[in-house]
């Protein structure tokens, strides 16, 4: 991995830590799942995987600063689910074209549900040995219902920015990239290049 790659997943994660901390007193909102499913969607499908492993990592360090505490047996299972949504993030970015805010809400709100449901299966996998799983698994998902709900809602509400923060990203870097050929497209003429002296000489003539 170049340094560029390592300053755009160093940059992604920074900017997950920092917004979900910000909203840490909300119950169940964070912008980790956004950020990490945004960078598969624009880095790709290796650098979002990467990304979801760095955020997890280091959003565990910062969680357990700010409220005290490990996640335990579920730390894995967040590492598991937020590779996956790097992964999903670019996988999405095949299929979909950034227009539509309500496709990105749907599945903002579902990884929201998802990963509830993965979290609450890591937890109940400690009384798996005692019989337990299955009234465990239930009895905590049940009872989590109400940051269930908050969980999905808020992911279903920042999901809805992507499509034009996707489109910023790609208005933003294409200059950088390939100045000629983005103007030459966006603005519909043929080239950029500064005029000859011989043009300026023909045009005095005329």
Sequence with gaps: MNNQDTAMV?????????????LIFLPNVETITYTVFLSGFVLGKRLGALTGLTTAISWEIVASMMMGGFSGIIFPFKIVFWIGTGVLGSSTADLLKPTRSLEFSI??????????????????????????????????FFLGIPFTISHVAGNFAIFSTMPHVIRAIRISGSPLQEPDSYLREKYKVQSFDPPSADSFTMRSHE
Excluded: K
Aim: zero cysteines; charged letters at 5%; glycine letters at 8%.
């Design 10 to 22: 160093a940059t992604f994660s920074a900017l997950a830590v920092a917004t979900s901390s910000i």
């Design 107 to 140: 599945i903002g709100a579902s990884l929201g549900l998802l990963y509830d449901l993965w979290v609450t299966i890591g937890v109940a996998l400690l009384f798996l040995s005692s019989g337990s799983f299955i009234p465990v698994f239930l009895s905590r």
